[in-house]
């Protein structure tokens, strides 16, 4: 079955620590998007990637950085320097991301919390 | 600046009856998308319905249909024959030719929640 699927499901950042957000897809997808979801909130975007090798930034890009080393994976790093990072993260792929009617596709979350 | 407005934080709806959930919208460009998803409780964004800026009817997939009003700038979302998992968050959201990335634009979402 094609689709995205995001790893962990549940992930605690120790204070200073990094940590990565895993987002694979199987669909052929061009574009692959982060988006953060706080409580009671829409998503925001992150950054995303249009195409291997190439990473834009998105609205709060402060704090996170990316990777798009193959056309599947979209790697989210959470960084120590971002001082509030509690929230849900949701990873995003759709065909080619230069179309009105491009569908985003979601996979189902990874939660993070500080501890 | 874009924007989208959900102005009902939460809806009840009996089951098997009809229900509308509201969305406006605020752009300047000419061009642009307006789509609907569904979050259950798990947290996964399903797709429910898209619609053109310049598409002439509205855009319907099953029991979902949109509500364009374009003059209006709005973008409602039709549930015929609510179903009891029919309950969890609804977000509207858009995308526009001038959209980085072809991002789209969430609004803060709509609770619903379906009485049997």
């Known amino acids: 079955d094609g689709g995205i699927t995001q790893s962990p499901k549940y992930l605690f950042r120790k204070e200073g620590q990094n940590v990565t957000l895993s987002c694979e897809q199987n669909l052929n997808h061009d574009a692959m998007y982060w988006y953060r979801q706080d409580p009671g909130q829409g998503l925001r975007l992150i950054y995303y990637?249009?195409?291997?090798?190439?990473?834009q930034k998105g609205d709060i890009a402060e704090g996170y950085s990316v990777s798009r080393e193959k056309k599947e994976s979209f790697p989210l790093t959470v960084t120590s320097a971002q001082k509030n990072p509690t929230a849900f993260y949701l990873c995003?792929?759709?065909?080619?991301?230069?179309?009105?009617?491009?569908?985003?596709?979601f996979g189902a979350g990874t939660r993070l919390s500080v501890l | 600046a874009q924007k989208i407005t959900q102005t009902q934080p939460g809806m009840f709806v009996q089951e098997k009856e009809a229900v509308t959930l509201d969305c406006t919208y605020d752009t300047s460009d000419p061009s642009y998308g307006l789509f609907w998803y569904k979050q259950p409780s798990s947290g996964e964004m399903i797709f429910l319905i898209y619609q053109g800026s310049y598409d002439q009817q509205n855009a319907t997939e099953g029991r979902y249909s949109l509500n364009f009003q374009k003059a209006r700038k709005s973008a409602n979302l039709v549930i015929s024959a609510s179903q009891l998992g029919d309950s969890a968050m609804y977000f509207c959201?858009?995308?526009?030719?001038?959209?980085?990335?072809?991002?789209?634009?969430f609004g803060q979402g709509t609770e619903l929640s379906v009485k049997p």
């Open positions: 990637s249009q195409i291997v090798n190439d990473f």
């Open positions: 995003a792929s759709t065909t080619r991301g230069r179309g009105l009617g491009d569908i985003q596709y």
């Open positions: 959201a858009m995308s526009s030719f001038y959209n980085q990335g072809g991002k789209l634009i």
